[in-house]
């Protein structure tokens, strides 16, 4: 199994108008890793974390693309990508 994580609180580029601050997007991310490596023992290596602004639209899209570059993703593997932030 292999996961990417993200999740945004901060939008230092938007306004808050339009988008309210979060306060629980990271954290629901960070749990859902947590979750996955203490639980379902998916090793640390196998999962992608990117929060607040690591979590830009071409490091998502990078991310993903990579997916299919691994060795270790055998066909058929899960891979669960979690996304926590603004839907816009």
Do not use: W
Not at 1 to 16: E, S
Not at 48 to 75: C, G, M, N, Y
């Amino acid at each position: 199994m292999h996961a990417l994580i993200i999740g945004i609180d901060d939008y230092k580029h938007c306004n808050p108008e339009d988008f309210p601050v979060l306060t629980g997007a990271k954290a629901d991310g960070e749990r859902v890793k947590e979750y996955l490596e203490d639980k379902l023992l998916v090793p640390p290596r196998q999962i992608r974390t990117l929060f607040d602004s690591a979590a830009t639209k071409d490091k998502i899209v990078e991310e993903i693309q990579s997916l299919r570059h691994r060795i270790s993703v055998a066909p058929q593997a899960p891979i669960i990508i979690f996304y926590a932030g603004h839907s816009a």
